[in-house]
């Protein structure tokens, strides 16, 4: 096979940093490991509806295996989502400690089961970058405007958020409660820096092309039937209308080294079993924070030697709502509908707060301090009046290790850094206080850190630095030593704060992606 | 880290026994076909026997156990084919064991020497045959799945003479337990393995299966066996699928095969093939075990849901419960037929309990399991999302009534559980 750039990886970079490929009439080539198993399908029908009519719910509702519930994230545990996270660390050979490996080999990467939280990066936050941030101005908009952008407007958030939303998704019942109680202690909760506002979502208020407006189905943790929340699996449908652009699933990239001008890519075709050679002009590396990062290291022969990344170390916690209790439970989207942050600077969390409608009950009963049987009593009645939030601390908080052995495995050893134990209670402490004025009550031990890794929001295995050093990458994504190679997703991203990264990821994909455009037609 | 053990056909009927066992036993798997297995712990590498290329298998590999076998009567040439490219793909130390049949011990049959030249392939290669005879129980699937049906269907069943073929029945758990060994057997050594039991008669073996089937003895009808393999030959015309009649044929006219010596070496006891009465008596000896076995966990699935549910333990719910049960361990926990109230109050001074044992914790990872279950069925939405705000003016009032008394509950369960824990454990666990 040959093709003039060849992007390794169709999630949210790998699409972003096609798109300027494919309009400029280059010859692209995406490739992904993805192999399309059979899914239990959704119905298309609210999800308090289908839960009373659907009889075959446990098709689709839970994976029937035998092992004990555990405490991270319930979407890795739905079987409508089992292809966008099955055999990740498999397939990669990834071994760890203290740390939950989570990626996607599949079409579409981690964005089929992402929250769809977005956030740009102000100019504080990139102030380890090598550009500046009117640099990424022009494709935060372009991609906003691509994907499609829901939620708040020049509200308390507005500057965190960096990005406004077109239309705003409906509250349920808890959440306009919260904007009212918000609303009138406001003035207090600014005093401890605590700001609230609508989440802003990649979600679709209006139908597009084949993805259909959201309409509060509540389905979102299985993922949408609807597709109202964005996935790059629809990106990469309309990318391979323009005509320029193939893609290739069960393709697994495995090495790649230089042939005269030009690269071979050495991959593992999934589907056969037989292994094969691409020829490329360029490469486009997207294959994840991970995955990027042992193709780099592997063709730098940086073996045994640990890299430094970043996490951004979360917890949760459940909230209830004393006032509510009583009411029944009212269907809406099950995303974040409202998103907090405390602090300022390098103190400051974020997070949001998720209906609890869309949630298994028995995830709740698991974590409850009841009997099951008890358990659901309590949890089925007191759940309508209740919002789960989460947290997210900076990433600096985190410092893991990453090591590429010679066996061709890759070792990860998370590390929280020092001092992250007393802030997160203080930050537990304060969050109380101010949910306290919004009339909710942070149950008692419900506050939980969450399993390292868990938050896969992974960054900064190949940075970008002004004068990238080996195992690094310029400001144009080149990687080191590989003239011709760049990197787009998150692995160049220098630092991680504490806010959602995708739509920074995508759009430095889409400026590297526009770079490579330049050089070519300049080298013509 | 687990040993990595490859096997095709891991879809088939034994090969589907053969991937648990594996597991069970502690090895990691990696199933090589054209269909996914979807089961944790298992890695899956695209294979086809028809069409076959040199997969990409990884280094740790310890060996690879192939079953796959060309049913629809395909070319030896491609079966040839694939065993090379699955010899080519091994790394150098890993074994190769093709799984064959009795057949290929005296083969009378096309059958049965297009499995003696595929052994003698396989010897070329270094590898080990292994030759198992008619294999029964587990999943009614595969040449046993259809006898199943056939006896099923009909309550008349042949008395085949001239010859009385006689069978060398082996237990698909036995035979899968019988590959896993010789996986660990010394190696630079290739040889043939014979996997099966003490002769039958095959109309023995048919009426012992229609016991099984369906509860009472069959009638036999004299057959010869010359009339039965034209019938045989015709149907498999009509339906263009060779393999039935022609393996049951060459199975049929198979001569003994003397198994005692490989069986010795391997450290292998097989379990003895039941006999009628033993089924109808509903002993404890294989096929009627599984039946007991599921029994016992619909029972205790029953239980689990109406503790968990409040719930009439809904039959599609039961039916998941055992079902998933068999499919990672098949062994019930609890005794069957427990009174509820008192089970119910047991599994509540377990449930949550802090000193656990193994059984407890079992126990736990199960009523998790049921948990799930009783959660997807639409009668618990209605109990759980909608029944307790019906009455919106009350429902307050009910809701925090309703949460207080489960409080005292728990204040209550709590109590005792100290020390009614043991007595628990002792009304609850049956004594396996």
């Known amino acids: 096979m040959r093709a003039q750039v060849v992007v390794v990886g169709t999630g949210a970079a790998g699409v972003s940093a096609a798109w300027p490929l494919a309009r400029a009439g280059l010859d692209v080539l995406m490739i992904d490991p993805g192999l399309d198993m059979p899914t239990p399908e959704l119905p298309n029908i609210d999800y308090l509806h289908a839960r009373r009519t659907d009889d075959a719910q446990s098709k689709w509702m839970f994976a029937h295996r035998l092992s004990n519930l555990t405490a991270d994230s319930p979407k890795f545990r739905v079987p409508t989502l089992a292809n966008v996270f099955s055999g990740f660390a498999e397939l990669q050979k990834i071994h760890t400690e203290n740390f939950t490996a989570i990626g996607s080999i599949a079409c579409g990467g981690l964005t089929t089961a992402w929250g769809a939280g977005v956030a740009a990066f102000s100019e504080s936050e990139m102030r380890d970058w090598p550009l500046p941030r009117s640099a990424l101005d022009v494709h935060y908009r372009s991609i906003s405007r691509r994907i499609g952008i829901s939620g708040g407007s020049e509200d308390d958030l507005s500057e965190h958020f960096g990005i406004e939303g077109e239309a705003e998704l409906p509250l349920d019942a808890v959440g306009q409660y919260i904007d009212g109680r918000y609303h009138s202690a406001r003035a207090r909760l600014s005093q401890r820096d605590f700001r609230l506002a609508h989440a802003r979502l990649a979600v679709l208020t209006k139908d597009r092309g084949s993805r259909r407006a959201c309409a509060q189905f509540g389905l979102c943790l299985w993922g949408c039937p609807r597709g109202s929340i964005y996935k790059a699996s629809d990106d990469l449908k309309d990318l391979l209308k323009t005509g320029n652009l193939r893609h290739r699933s069960g393709i697994f990239a495995e090495t790649f080294r230089r042939d005269g001008e030009a690269y071979v890519i050495r991959f593992l075709d999934r589907r056969n079993g037989q292994r094969g050679e691409i020829r490329a002009n360029r490469i486009l590396l997207a294959a994840g924070t991970l995955g990027s990062a042992k193709l780099a290291l592997d063709h730098l022969g940086h073996i045994d030697k640990p890299i430094r990344f970043q996490s951004t170390p979360t917890a949760a916690f459940a909230l209830l709502f004393p006032r509510l209790i009583g009411r029944p439970p009212s269907g809406g989207t099950g995303l974040a509908q409202h998103w907090y942050q405390l602090g300022n600077d390098a103190d400051a969390v974020c997070g949001g707060l998720f209906p609890t409608t869309g949630l298994p009950i028995s995830e709740f009963v698991l974590r409850a301090p009841f009997a099951r049987r008890l358990g659901i009593v309590v949890l089925s009645r007191l759940l309508p009046a209740m919002r789960v939030g989460n947290v997210f601390f900076d990433g600096a908080r985190s410092d893991h290790r990453l090591t590429l052995r010679s066996d061709g495995s890759l070792f990860i050893q998370g590390n929280l850094a020092e001092g992250f134990a007393l802030h997160a209670k203080s930050t537990e402490r304060k969050l109380r206080t101010a949910f306290r004025l919004i009339g909710g009550l942070a149950i008692p031990g419900s506050f939980k850190a969450g399993a390292l890794g868990s938050d896969v929001h992974y960054a900064g295995t190949i940075p970008m630095r002004a004068r990238p050093q080996p195992g690094e990458t310029s400001a144009d994504g080149g990687l080191w030593g590989a003239p011709g190679v760049f990197v787009v997703d998150g692995s160049v991203l220098p630092s991680l704060p504490p806010k959602s990264h995708t739509l920074t990821i995508m759009a430095n994909a889409e400026r590297i992606g526009c770079g490579v455009v330049q050089q070519l037609s300049a080298s013509r | ?432």
């Open chain 2, 1 to 432: 880290m687990r040993p990595l053990v490859a096997i095709t056909g891991a879809t088939g009927y034994i090969g589907e026994r053969l991937t648990l066992k594996a597991l069970q036993s502690g090895y990691s798997v990696l199933a090589l076909g054209r269909r996914p297995v979807d089961v944790v712990g298992v890695t899956n590498v695209a294979f086809d026997i028809q069409k076959p290329l040199i997969p990409s298998l990884p280094s740790e590999i310890i060996g690879l156990i192939h079953l796959a076998a060309d049913i629809q009567g395909g070319s030896l040439d491609a079966e040839r084919e694939a065993l090379r490219c699955l010899a080519a793909a091994l790394p150098k130390e890993a074994r190769l064991l093709f799984v064959s049949s009795q057949s290929a011990a005296a083969p009378t049959s096309p059958y049965g020497y297009g499995k003696l030249e595929l052994e003698t392939e396989v010897t070329q290669l270094g590898g080990v045959s292994i030759r198992p005879g008619l294999v029964y129980g587990g999943p009614k699937k595969g040449l046993y799945g259809k006898l199943c049906n056939l006896v099923r269907r009909t309550r008349i069943l042949p008395r085949l003479i001239w010859p009385r073929p006689l069978v060398q029945p082996i237990h698909v758990d036995d035979l899968a337990e019988c590959l896993l060994t010789a996986l660990n057997a010394p190696h630079k050594k290739t040889y043939v393995f014979a996997a099966a039991g003490q002769p039958i008669a095959f109309d023995t073996f048919l009426a012992t299966l229609a016991a099984n089937e369906n509860g009472s003895r069959s009638l036999f009808l004299p057959t010869p066996m010359i009339a039965l393999q034209v019938l045989l030959g015709f149907s498999s015309k009509a339906t263009g699928n060779l393999s039935a009649s022609d393996r049951l044929a060459s199975l049929a006219a198979t001569k003994r095969m003397d198994t005692s010596a490989d069986l010795i070496k391997s450290g292998i006891t097989l379990r003895p093939f039941p006999s009628i009465d033993t089924i109808l008596g509903r002993s404890n000896l294989d096929m009627s075990e599984a039946r007991a076995s599921r029994r016992a966990l619909l029972s205790e699935g029953g239980l689990m849901i109406a503790y968990l549910g409040r719930i009439k333990p809904p039959l599609s719910t039961v039916r998941a419960y055992a079902r998933t049960m068999e499919q990672f361990k098949g062994q019930s926990l609890l005794k069957a037929n427990l009174w509820r109230p008192f089970s119910t109050l047991a599994l509540a001074l377990l449930d949550r309990s802090k000193a656990l044992g193994e059984r407890e914790q079992e126990l736990l990872r199960r009523l998790d399991l049921v948990l799930r279950l009783v959660e997807s069925h639409p009668v618990s939405a209605t109990r759980w999302l909608v029944a307790p705000f019906e009455n919106r003016a009350m429902a307050p009032v009910f809701t925090i009534g309703a949460i207080g008394i489960a409080v005292g509950q728990e204040i209550i369960v709590r109590a005792l559980r100290s020390f009614l824990a043991p007595a628990a454990a002792r009304i609850l666990f049956n004594n396996v």
